[in-house]
């Protein structure tokens, strides 16, 4: 109810923007098909708002509904950046206001966002060319989750080069893997210097899984960095910490992105990734993972992906090999 | 005071001698089968105009838009990417135009490209689909973007005849011609 709050909020107030501003409203969608040889077919939409309002806010909402036809559980495929639930879910609803007084940097945002962990933006995963979440942040693998997204209020500091974000809310997940409610807490430091983006994590929060089998609290640290030149995009994380007490998550991914003008439409992708979690017998799990892929610009608002992945360890149910095709087509409405 | 009245006058004389080299403003729109065309580019031949003197444009990439979607630069203009969003964009143009990669860059940065050849530029952003822009960059000093209502203004054009050309987002380049003259205005309809 608070969601459908917030998101009512947000779209009356996109509802009210005036042409007089410095950007009007955009609202756009992407409708994405595909199918993995884990014998599943999935079919996912997205429709979100976005732009300036007054007294310098902006503001951002997004729904999503996506649906996976499979004969069994077994496929990690196509959550890269949303759940496959099969009902309409709010993602993120927020308003922003960002101050730029002269070298310095002084912003907040305020609704219901993506944990601003590590690498945590849609943009990060939904068009990246990789139809699978990450290791570390798949629903129930033990580290963090893609889905996971805050209530909450956040704040950034600092100079372009060199600023701290530091968030403060309530969970509010998607998917499979719904954290406890309670308080929890983000913190990102990011520095950029010439191609290098580099930041620094911490999290601290609630469980996903029940009290009576997980108690403590779920704490993570991580380090992400990207790093880009001549149309070669690398970019990856680490984290480690305890998904609850007793247990232990440590793991990472390296992304490599290559588009260069000789490839036209045409933009190839590798992913390298493990990840293991740490338990008492028999619950100890790990997987290591590589994927080639690459994604292809048909037309204007066509693109397709394919991925090929190899996998190793017990962490997931999914085949060993497996091929992941999708084609996605988005608009833009203003 | 003498000296005074003199430099004022001398001023008079080289703003109305400035103001008569110049030339009136050309002013105009653009229709396609009677529909005003916004974002069209309209730009006039002066193949012996002044060289450029050093300008600087900003194309902003905003609530995951470049604005203005349609941007106008004469050759040799250095062209402003600041990055006014929480997210990383990472613009490109391989098509044709001017190439170039400019990479990720986080909010409250800026990369720089500068147009040296004419032609069209198709930018995009490698991270959000949706991102486009177009940069025509002209080689001459007298164009103008169409605005919503498909007006335009091209400022200070000195009498003469002129070639024009125009250009809009999935369109071709069309051309006409067009002697400026005081009250005259440019109407181009396109078919």
């Known amino acids: 109810m608070r969601t459908a709050a917030a998101l009512v909020v947000v779209l009356t107030a996109c509802g009210s923007s005036s042409p007089a501003l410095a950007q009007p409203v955009t609202v756009e969608a992407d409708v994405t098909g595909g199918y993995t040889s884990d014998d599943a077919g999935a079919l996912a939409t997205q429709v979100r708002a976005f732009g300036d309002m007054p007294l310098g806010l902006r503001v951002l909402a997004e729904a999503a509904w996506a649906a ?3 004969t069994d ?9 949303y759940p496959y639930g099969n009902r309409v879910q709010i993602m993120e609803a927020y308003a922003e206001r960002l101050f ?5 940097l002084v912003g907040f945002r305020a609704g219901r966002y993506r944990t601003p962990f590590g690498i945590y933006t849609r943009g990060d995963y939904a068009y990246s060319g990789f139809l699978r979440a990450p290791l570390i ?3 129930g693998y033990f580290a963090l989750s893609n889905n996971f997204l805050e209530h909450g209020a956040e704040l950034i500091a600092g100079i372009p080069q060199l600023y701290i974000e530091t968030s403060l809310g309530a969970p509010a997940d998607v998917g499979d893997s719904v954290r406890r409610s309670g308080v929890d807490s983000v913190t990102r430091v990011q520095g950029y210097y010439g191609p290098w983006i580099v930041g620094v994590s911490h999290i601290r929060t609630q469980p996903y899984m029940p009290e009576r089998f997980a108690r403590g609290r779920s704490v993570f640290t991580g380090v992400d960095l990207r790093w880009t030149a001549g149309g070669v995009q690398v970019s990856g994380e680490w984290l480690t910490g305890r998904p609850f007490d007793g247990t232990s998550a440590t793991g990472w991914h390296a992304d490599v992105m290559v588009h260069r003008p000789v490839m036209g439409p045409v933009t190839a992708v590798w992913r390298s990734e493990q990840l293991d979690y740490d338990a008492s017998a028999p619950y100890a799990r790990w997987a290591r993972r590589h994927t080639a892929g690459a994604r292809v610009r048909l037309l204007r608002n066509l693109s397709a992906q394919v991925n090929v992945l190899h996998q190793s360890g017990d962490l997931t149910d999914a085949y060993r090999n497996a091929l992941d095709l999708a084609l996605t087509y988005s608009i833009r409405l203003r | 005071m003498r000296a005074i009245v003199i430099a004022l006058t001398a001023l008079s004389a080289l703003t109305a001698a400035i103001s008569a080299v110049d030339g009136p403003d050309v002013r105009g729109s653009v229709r396609a089968n009677g529909r005003p065309q916004p974002n069209t580019v309209v730009w006039l031949e002066a193949p012996h105009a002044a060289p450029a003197s050093a ?3 900003v194309l902003d990439q905003r609530n995951l838009s470049f604005y203005p979607h349609v941007l106008a630069v004469r050759v040799g203009t250095t062209v402003d990417f600041p990055n006014n969003d929480r997210v990383f964009h990472n613009v490109f143009s391989f098509r044709d135009g001017k190439r170039f990669d400019l990479g990720m860059y986080p909010i409250g940065t800026l990369r720089r490209v500068t147009f040296d050849t004419p032609g069209l530029s198709r ?3 490698n991270i959000h689909p ?4 177009y940069v025509m960059a002209v080689d001459t000093p007298y164009f103008s973007v169409a605005d919503t209502q498909g007006t335009f203004t091209i400022p200070a054009v000195p009498p003469a005849t002129y070639t024009y050309h125009t250009w809009r987002p999935g369109g071709t380049i069309a051309a006409g011609t067009f002697s400026v003259d005081h009250d005259k205005q440019l109407e181009i309809d396109e078919p």
């Open chain 1, 68 to 70: 996976r036809s499979e």
């Open chain 1, 73 to 81: 559980e077994s496929t990690d495929a196509f959550g890269a950046a």
């Open chain 1, 100 to 104: 730029h007084p002269g070298p310095t």
């Open chain 1, 137 to 139: 942040r798949y629903d």
């Open chain 2, 55 to 57: 300008a600087k444009i």
């Open chain 2, 123 to 125: 930018l995009f952003c």
């Open chain 2, 130 to 133: 949706n991102m486009a822009a």
